[in-house]
Nanobody, 127 residues
């Protein structure tokens, strides 16, 4: 059974930083890719960043430079470091994974096709 457990969300002031974690129940190399999505109230789920099993990374264009995805292979844990947070970054952040062929850019745009999801962790940015 695939389990993805996010942590690290919470309230933060605009301009601040947060680091999200996603602990996977299986070894990281069980997945062709792992990444982060987010969903704000009233909006569709959108891709944030994705990392392939081999370590290739793709970010959503609008978030490049502020967000960094990384992975600790020994801990089977995926991270999302977020800096210079803005009010519009407020959302539920979801960890996601796939075991099928993963084309990174397409994967970020295709939330509906992603098979494995965590329960989400809320990030709330205030002024």
């Amino acid at each position: 059974q695939v389990q993805l457990v996010e942590s690290g969300g919470g309230p933060v002031q605009a301009g601040g930083s947060l680091k999200l974690s996603c602990a996977a129940s299986r070894s990281y190399d069980s997945y062709t890719c792992m990444g982060w999505f987010r969903q704000a109230p009233g909006k569709e789920r959108e891709g944030v960043a994705v990392m392939s099993r081999s370590g290739l990374i793709v970010y959503a264009d609008s978030l490049k430079g502020r967000f960094t995805i990384s992975r600790d292979n020994a801990k089977n844990t995926l991270y999302l470091q977020m800096h210079s947070l803005k009010l519009e970054d407020t959302a539920m952040y979801y960890c996601a994974a796939d075991s099928n062929t993963c084309y990174l850019s397409s994967w970020l745009k295709g939330a509906r096709g992603v098979p494995f999801w965590g329960q989400g962790t809320q990030v709330t940015v205030s002024s």
